[in-house]
């Protein structure tokens, strides 16, 4: 099943190549691209936990704020100089006690001023008229805020980041927080107004987290998306990206997320102030935690160029160590197959390599002195078993008599004898034709025809025979005598004592370079076993030297073989090699001295 697959069967440089890419080379860029993975998702993970703590700090901080803020207007509800204050008419603001509780309330609006820097101003107004105004000189348009706080009749109102003029020619940015402040005694009565302004660059120091400023951002968002703080600058976003943030935080109620503005990629955490209708969101720009993942990069980087060459050098090492000795050991066998037997192999190691090299020259070698030694006499043996097998019949004589008796035959007016006669004499002929050990099949069948028209005279006339020779083949070449001997085995043991009439078939076709004679009767039959006891045989039975020729001929691929009959009777096969040309011939004895002329093989 392995042999199938066909990486086993290219070449080993090129496996080696492919088994260094597939287990070296890819595995490291794999682990290293699932290393990077794993460390970029543990690093956001690491900076959304980061980021989150850090809010929660600025939240807090905020969050302290806005109730310090509350904390004071409440204050000025629960005073006994802060009610006084609001509810003295501006006539009689002159008044001792109107004075001694102004001063206190300046004492401790100045005392707030001084503790907070975050504190920009303070303005408060009485049902009486009288006002009190503290911290930076501001103006500007808040009656918006006014308007909300007096609708909520006593609730705070906080207001998004607006400018108001300062000084001057100054400007500064506030958030307020206003509420209207009602009698103590009676909670629905107003008795003044109240507004805090809190400074906007000293909140914002709030939420400048240096570690944060360099990956991002961080916003303090009203409900209706306004930016009301903005650590970092340097981010610049559009209306329609932070509307977009706002919808994910209002609307989708997302807390962490993945944010995309003007191109960039940023990851997102944002919470709600408690207590107020406002967000923080921190965005850290995914660009920048890639930046702190350089060094990272750059040393997984740095390790797979190196793993990569020390790769490389094992391999070069490994190749010219080893594959390239096993390389030259293939070439030296291709050109052994090629019959080469000048080949050696150099042997510098003698690691298993160069013991196998050791080997294969030890082994060329031997070949190289059965070659000189035994090959050229192994042939001629073989051409004299050969002769030996076919000279069974070789009674020179017979053929000069039997000629002259055809003669007489004639003279005397017996054509039928004559003509037996001439049939026994192709017999003769074709037996002392030189030393041939080929002929055409053509003169091959003529011969077998002859030896059965004999027979057939022998039997009565009770003998039917066919010879069917494809076209093709006419002028191959086969052995000398080969088919005789099947067809005198058919009348000898086949129709032994058979009264019924006797039919032989002899059929000869080519299947690619291969001849195919069939000899088929319809005798008594033999079976597998007797067959293969017969060609086994040393008792020098006719199918056991036919078999012994074609095998020392061709190999053992070839020969004699038995194939089964649906019928009553004995269906034997040769098998031989398609020889068309004596050159093809004259190969198969090749360095057999007496065997290279032409003549003495196609007769």
């Not at 107004?125 to 105004?133: A, I, T, Y």
């Not at 807390?255 to 995309?260: G, S």
């Not at 990569?308 to 094992?314: C, S």
């Amino acid at each position: 099943m392995l042999s199938k697959l066909p990486f086993l069967h290219i070449s080993l440089k090129y496996k080696f190549l492919i088994m260094f890419a597939v287990l070296v080379t890819l595995p490291t860029i794999g682990f290293g691209m699932y290393i990077y993975h794993k460390m970029d998702q543990s690093f956001q993970a690491q900076t959304v936990e980061s980021t989150k703590g850090t809010v929660d700090k600025i939240e807090g901080n905020l969050t302290s704020i806005i109730e310090d803020m509350e904390n004071v207007s409440l204050y000025t509800i629960y005073n006994e100089d802060f009610r006084n204050f609001m509810m003295t008419p501006e006539s009689k603001i002159n008044d001792l006690s109107a004075q001694q509780s102004l001063e206190n309330i300046k004492g401790y609006l100045t005392f707030q001023l001084m503790s907070k820097d975050y504190i920009s101003s303070f303005y408060l107004k009485g049902e009486g008229g009288n006002v009190v105004e503290m911290g930076d000189p501001v103006s500007g348009d808040e009656s918006k805020w006014d308007r909300l706080a007096s609708k909520k009749e006593g609730g705070i109102v906080w207001s998004d980041a607006y400018e108001l003029s300062k000084g001057i020619d100054g400007r500064v940015n506030v958030i307020s927080l206003s509420r209207v402040i009602n009698d103590f005694n009676n909670i629905k009565h107003p008795i003044g107004f109240m507004r805090i302004r809190l400074n906007v660059s000293e909140l914002k120091k709030l939420i400048q987290i240096p570690a944060l400023q360099r990956q991002g951002t961080v916003f303090l968002m009203s409900q209706a998306g306004d930016v009301m703080i903005q650590g970092n600058k340097s981010e610049a976003f559009s209306d329609s990206d932070l509307q977009q943030l706002q919808q994910t935080i209002l609307k989708d109620n997302q807390v962490n997320f993945n944010y995309k503005a003007q191109g960039h990629h940023y990851l997102a955490v944002s919470k709600k102030v408690k207590g107020i209708d406002w967000y923080l969101v921190a965005l850290v720009s995914k660009n920048k935690i890639d930046q702190s993942l350089i060094h990272i990069r750059e040393l997984m980087r740095d390790t797979f160029i190196i793993l990569i060459l020390l790769g490389l050098i094992a391999l070069v090492g490994y190749y010219f160590s080893d594959i390239r000795r096993i390389i030259a050991l293939t070439h030296s066998t291709k050109q052994l197959e090629q019959k080469d037997f000048s080949v050696h192999v150099p042997v510098v190691v003698k690691d298993e390599i160069g013991k196998l090299g050791i080997r294969f020259n030890h082994m060329v070698e031997t070949i190289q002195n059965h070659i000189n030694q035994e090959y050229k006499l192994k042939i001629r043996q073989k051409e004299s078993e050969l002769k030996a097998l076919q000279s069974q019949i070789d009674p020179h004589f017979l053929y000069n008599t039997l000629d002259m008796i055809r003669w007489k035959a004639r003279l005397e007016q017996a054509p039928e004898t004559s003509h037996l006669i001439e049939r026994l004499s192709r017999i003769f002929r074709n037996s002392l034709r030189g030393s041939a050990l080929y002929i055409h099949l053509e003169d091959e069948c003529t011969f077998v025809k002859s030896y059965l028209d004999l027979q057939n005279q022998r039997m009565g006339g009770s003998l039917t025979y066919h010879v069917t020779v494809d076209q093709s083949i006419h002028d191959v070449y086969i052995m000398k005598q080969i088919i005789q001997p099947l067809v005198e085995n058919s009348i000898k043991h086949g129709f032994e004592n058979q009264q019924a009439e006797k039919v032989i078939d002899i059929r000869c076709y080519p299947v690619g370079h291969t001849l195919y004679i069939d000899v088929m009767d319809n005798g008594m039959g033999m079976n597998k076993d007797l067959f293969l006891e017969k060609v086994a045989s040393n008792e020098g039975h006719a199918l056991k030297n036919l078999q012994d020729r074609l095998v020392l001929a061709f190999g053992p691929e070839y020969g004699l073989k038995w194939l089964k009959m649906d019928q009553q009777g004995t269906w034997l096969q040769l098998q031989m090699p398609l020889l068309t040309q004596p050159s093809e011939i004259q190969s198969l004895y090749k360095g057999a001295g007496d065997m290279n002329d032409e003549n003495d093989h196609s007769g």
